[in-house]
């Protein structure tokens, strides 16, 4: 039998997809359910002066309305941030409420004012209508740069500078002599804009409250069940976890935006219980630009020192970071230990100090989005190494390879530790960019180039490299940095007499392809058909805890607890076949499906010892029954998947317009199990770069309204917009995990936009330009060209 692992395999859960057959919680109807529709604020910053809800409630059709006034009384508290990251004077970082529902000042427009609900969704939007609240409106401030000046509105009054915390890492004296020494500085002032998630399924949960045996069940479109229903229970709510259950079906998307624990979500429990029916409630998209977390948002001065041969000497970066007006969950360590940790990038910098002020605004919370802290950091990377090269008069390619990291594969050399406290595990970095410029033609380009401005057309070509961090690491290590929980992965392999298997995960699947892929590794691993394997995930009552899916840890982490527990599965099956084949344990070779004694034809079967552990009529004296396993996995570090990514683009000088005319990515994303998936990940998150680098931007006004509300004025890519993408890959296996795999979910949307923008600015060169503004829109480009 041919290994699974290394084979594009399609996708076995494309087929209820593609025919409509999955079920989302928005499909979910149960008996007697009611609707909810929640009022939110219009306005950014303003007190409630009056909430009279008394008319919406006579009207027919209306089941409740709870406002904030009803939750205070309840004793329920407010949604909790999952991660601590304090001042680098030792100060606890300051953590203000988020309540489900504001009670005296909104924050955000958007904010959670009243929950009404009725019989039917429209009966309860009509009845918001007859809701008279009347505000009295602030100041407000939406730019984290301008929250931290003096004399800025203030968004919470434990916090009055609007600092939720100043974070540092790496060496400030060492950083700071090096610069002073350098031969050349390269700095750069930037703003990493807001982006807007934007999955293709909104947000929707369903609260179900049964008395009979007093327990609740949620259904939601999460990333992580368990994760929501232990900060629900724990913080929120004061509930028993084992009195709720909590369902994630299909999910369509998440990108991240579902990671987090939602007010909407401990609303309907609640709620649920205080009617005695079920309460669902779906965001409609206006909803989810206000209330799903966003992206990014930093605003940088960056600077970059060289020695006279073009040697990176030192890095010096202040951050100012967007937390919004509410700490989301994992909020506060995305801009610091997923961003600034990062800073090493692909090179031998002796020297880094990263500065990063949190900022509370009057926005929507921002947190982890597609890459999270990871594409910022190698932004500000690429794009300083770009101007560099330029500023020295050396190829940025070249610059590159002089200052990459010599490879090592973490096994016969150690990892290479970085100046900002991560240790890298392997990693050849030259490969992947010598395979990406062999792939773009790179010396053929710059004559093409050269020939072409001197027709009057502008052409560029931009490089990005790029590592990350995931498969987030050691629950002991992230504990010392301010996680507030365990980083693990359990899995179940459960056994059937007839040899089929169950695998419980507590990873989530939200389009990766987990069933695929982790089937692929439980078939191959036991020698099995992939049709003799089902995979179960995002039900807290079938699965005993998970941690989701996010970071791109579902193989290395997920994966290894499953392959754990196979392990433990094949130790007990040759147990039984020794006795069965009257030979010893240490006799026996496991191959296609079966146990053989060494040098030998006698052999058994998987399916045989299957039926053998349950009906143990001849069986090994003192062995249990049974062949059911589960493991929890805890990494040993994070995975470093790495990469090499190209854009050649035209600018159209009269126009600003940008053509994308081609892409190449070379990634390392260690072993791989599925090269088919692998690529779809890569080509998704590609696009999402690309959108960033060309296209979107969540833009508030001075009122703190959000300017790009809706698909009319926030601009997504297009199939057209972007072309047939390149792709190609080395590998470099982990060493620390049993798979040998990284992990590809965010690795496109990392490299891509820097090598975008590098690709404008190169193709601009002979008008000096050193930077425009992300997205690089006509205008913005128009503007730099002609502007000046």
């Not at 987090?260 to 998209?285: C, D, M, N």
């Not at 040998?740 to 496109?748: I, L, W």
Request: proline fraction near 5%; glycine fraction near 10%; aromatic fraction near 8%.
């Amino acid at each position: 039998m041919c290994s699974l692992i290394g084979q594009a395999v399609k996708r076995v859960e494309d087929k209820r997809f593609i025919t409509g057959k999955g079920k989302y919680t928005d499909d979910i109807v149960l008996p007697n359910m009611t609707y909810a529709y929640i009022i939110r604020s219009p306005y950014a910053h303003a007190k409630i002066l009056k909430l009279d809800t008394s008319q919406a409630l006579a009207m027919e059709g209306i089941v409740a309305i709870f406002t904030g006034e009803d939750i205070a009384k309840s004793g329920v508290n407010g949604v909790p941030c999952g991660w601590q990251v304090n001042f680098n004077t030792g100060e606890t970082m300051k953590e203000p409420p988020h309540p489900l529902l504001v009670k005296d000042k909104v924050l955000h427009v958007g904010d959670s004012v009243a929950i009404i609900i009725a019989e039917s969704r429209a009966l309860a939007k009509d009845a918001a209508e007859m809701v008279e609240i009347e505000y009295e409106e602030l100041p407000c401030v939406t730019d984290p740069y301008k929250a931290i000046q003096k004399g800025a509105p203030v968004v919470h009054d434990i916090a009055p500078d609007n600092k939720c915390y100043v974070w540092e890492l790496g060496d400030r004296q060492k950083t700071d002599d090096y610069m002073a020494k350098a031969h050349h500085v390269t700095s750069l002032e930037f703003v990493n804009q807001r982006l807007v998630p934007n999955a293709i399924e909104p947000r929707a949960a369903i609260g179900d409250y049964d008395e009979t045996n007093d327990r609740y069940t949620l259904y939601t479109s999460s990333q992580n069940p368990h994760l929501i229903r232990l900060l629900m229970c724990a913080f929120v709510l004061g509930l028993p976890e084992h009195k709720v259950r909590v369902i994630a079906p299909d999910v369509g998307g998440g990108f991240g935006s579902k990671i987090f624990h939602y007010v909407e979500e401990a609303l309907v429990t609640w709620a649920s219980k205080q009617i005695g029916r079920p309460v669902k409630w779906t965001a409609e998209r206006s909803e989810s630009f206000i209330t799903d977390a966003h992206g990014r948002d930093h605003v940088t001065r960056a600077e970059m020192g060289f020695d006279k041969d073009g040697k990176i000497m030192a890095l010096r970066v202040r951050t100012a970071a967007n937390l919004g007006a509410y700490l989301s969950t994992f909020s506060t360590c995305v801009p610091t230990y997923l961003h600034g940790t990062l800073l090493q990038g692909l090179y031998t910098t002796p020297a880094i100090h990263v500065e990063v002020t949190g900022a509370f605004t009057h926005t929507t919370a921002v947190d982890a989005y597609r890459g999270a802290g990871r594409p910022e950091a190698t932004y500000l990377l690429e794009r300083l190494v770009e101007n560099g090269a330029r500023e020295l008069g050396i190829d940025p390619a070249e610059l590159r390879f002089k200052n990459f990291i010599p490879p090592f594969d973490g096994v016969n050399q150690p990892g290479y530790q970085t100046q900002v406290a991560l240790q890298y595990d392997s990693g050849n970095y030259p490969a992947v960019l010598e395979r990406a410029l062999e792939m773009v033609d790179y010396k053929n380009f710059r004559k093409e180039q050269e020939e072409a401005r001197k027709n009057g057309k502008y052409l560029g070509i931009g490089i990005s490299t790029y590592i990350e961090a995931c498969g987030i690491a050691p629950s002991a290590v992230v504990g010392s940095l301010g996680a507030r929980a365990g980083l693990f992965e359990s899995a179940q392999v459960r056994i059937q007499p007839t040899g089929k298997v169950s695998v419980y995960t507590g990873s989530h699947s939200h389009g990766q392809g987990h069933e695929t892929t982790f089937a692929q590794v439980v078939a191959d691993k036991l020698g099995i058909s992939m049709s003799d394997v089902e995979i179960v995930h995002g039900d807290s009552d079938s699965v005993a805890f998970g941690m989701g899916t996010y970071g791109s840890r579902s193989l290395a982490v997920g994966g290894s607890a499953i392959v754990k527990s196979i392990d433990k599965v094949l130790e007990k099956g040759a147990k039984i076949a020794a006795h069965k084949l009257e030979a010893s344990v240490d006799d026996l070779e496991y191959a296609g499906g079966k146990w053989t004694v060494k040098g030998t034809d006698k052999s058994i079967g998987f399916g045989d010892i299957a039926l053998t552990a349950y009906v143990p009529h001849d069986y090994p004296q003192g062995l249990e029954p049974g062949l059911d396993f589960s493991s929890f996995y805890d990494p040993a570090n994070f995975t470093y998947p790495y990469g090499a990514h190209i854009a050649v683009v035209e600018v159209d000088i009269e126009t600003g317009k940008v053509n994308l005319k081609r892409f190449v990515a070379c990634d390392d994303v260690g072993n791989i199990i599925n090269p088919m998936i692998v690529e779809g990940q890569i080509h998704g998150g590609v696009v999402q770069g690309i959108g960033q680098a060309l296209f979107e931007e969540a833009i508030y006004d001075d009122n703190g309204q959000l300017l790009t509300g809706s698909y009319m004025d926030y601009t997504m890519p297009r199939a057209d917009d972007v072309p047939s993408f390149e792709v190609d890959r080395t590998i470099t296996p982990c060493p620390h995990n049993p798979l040998g795999v990284k992990g590809a979910g965010e690795a496109g949307t990392i490299g891509s936009a820097p090598a975008v923008v590098n690709a404008v600015l190169d193709a601009l060169a002979p008008f000096n330009i050193k930077d425009i503004k992300m997205p690089l829109t006509p205008q913005r480009v128009w503007k730099a060209i002609h502007g000046k």
